[in-house]
């Protein structure tokens, strides 16, 4: 029997561990004897729909090592969303599999993405095509349903934490007759989980993070302005993380931009400025406004240790379950317990993921509504321990890239 081929591509949102997921699935897939190629998806599924591949093994074995502390997504990411009834991009979907021998298709990314590999598995078993499709996790949003949490939120967690504590102690110390008030807007489209995650350096109650806003709250304008006056009688200066999705009473987004992407999300921005427009105007204290953005996805020098592990084991899990026969699933990280910290892998079905949303539980919201708990902080904690640096090279991070040029 012919040997089947292995692609491999990334979708949506990137983080700093996602290439650690394809290390972890092509370093073993290199071993394997059932596997005679392994093709990456050059931008996802847009560059599989124009037959941009490239073949692993032509690759330099280095340069898959390097995979393992890159941050980003080296083989180019995508937003493609396949909409049912796209039978032409279905067809060309199964003709480049047919051409390439793909016999097993692993899709990274997060809800949307795991949309979009239930509908390509749902869609061999219609033709008759015999492919084994398992998603891989991943999203810095840590809102994956169906998994303890995903790989990419404790490195992303780490970084916000740390940036939080830093800018918490530079701001009380110009808070005597400069800045008043620090706002650090995290991403976070509907659940809380990244904002929540700056208070994992908060060294004691005098320090920031003072306010959370997540969008597991109404956002009550009133409320928080008496909030905010009231943490700066007692600080002297108040520091505030903002998730991105904070919402009013009436359901709209703080920092609606007016239109949508290609899943429907609708799109954000600035929630951090609007929230400092309403203090600035309210209570005229100056204020400061930082935007992490793309920093806290791709902070790949800063690395939590135990995130990386995961990442690469997820990967390996992948490879395991597809091997096995098994398709139509995601691999899941289930926690066993939190001291010590451990965690075994598992599977959820494509169609549980698909489309679907992890909040932020209510026991882990604080009681007036502008912060965590200790039972957040025990379940996060874990999420960020240890460090795992890159090499370095010139004192620069030495991070590998791959050729995204179209085919």
């Known amino acids: 029997m012919k040997s089947k081929n292995i692609l491999y591509a990334q979708s949506g949102g990137v983080t700093s561990v996602i290439n650690a997921s394809a290390y972890g699935l092509i370093s073993k897939a290199l071993k394997s004897e059932e596997i005679n190629k392994i093709y990456a998806g050059i931008y996802g599924i847009s560059g599989i729909l124009e037959g941009n591949l490239l073949d692993i093994k032509e690759e330099p074995i280095e340069k898959i090592h390097a995979l393992s502390y890159t941050p980003s997504s080296a083989f180019g990411s995508c937003r493609r969303r396949l909409k049912d009834d796209d039978n032409e991009g279905f067809n060309r979907l199964f003709q480049i599999f047919d051409e390439y021998n793909v016999g097993y298709f692993f899709y990274n990314g997060g809800n949307d993405s795991m949309d979009t590999a239930h509908k390509i598995d749902q869609y061999a078993i219609k033709i008759g095509y015999d492919l084994k499709v398992i998603g891989i996790p991943k999203t810095i949003d840590n809102d994956l349903y169906g998994t303890d949490h995903s790989p990419g939120y404790g490195s992303a967690a780490k970084y916000l934490a740390i940036s939080m504590l830093e800018s918490s102690i530079d701001t009380r110390s110009m808070s005597k007759d400069s800045t008043k008030i620090f706002i650090m807007e995290t991403m976070g489209r509907h659940a809380g989980w990244l904002a929540a995650s700056t208070s994992l350096a908060k060294l004691n109650a005098d320090f920031g993070p003072h ?197």
């Open 211 to 407: 306010i959370i806003l997540l969008p597991e709250r109404i956002f009550d304008e009133d409320n928080f302005v008496n909030k905010v006056k009231y943490e700066v009688e007692k600080n002297g200066y108040c520091t505030i993380a903002v998730s991105e999705g904070i919402r009013y009473k009436s359901g709209s987004f703080v920092s609606d931009m007016g239109y949508t992407d290609s899943f429907g999300n609708r799109q954000l921005g600035d929630a951090g400025r609007v929230v400092a427009n309403i203090i600035l105007t309210r209570l005229g204290l100056k204020v400061h406004v930082a935007v992490p953005d793309y920093l806290q996805r791709s902070s790949g020098h800063i690395v939590s240790k135990t995130d990386r592990e995961e990442a690469i084991k997820v990967g390996e899990v992948a490879l395991d379950l597809a091997l096995s026969g098994i398709s139509g699933f995601m691999v899941t990280i289930n926690r066993v317990s939190n001291e010590p910290y451990q965690v075994q892998y598992g599977k959820v079905p494509l169609f549980e993921v698909a489309n679907n949303t992890k909040y932020m539980p209510e026991e882990f919201i604080a009681d007036d509504g502008y912060g965590v708990n200790d039972k957040f902080i025990k379940y996060a904690k874990p999420l960020i321990f240890g460090e795992s640096y890159p090499d370095y090279k010139d004192g620069i991070p030495d991070y590998v890239y791959f050729p995204l040029n179209e085919k």
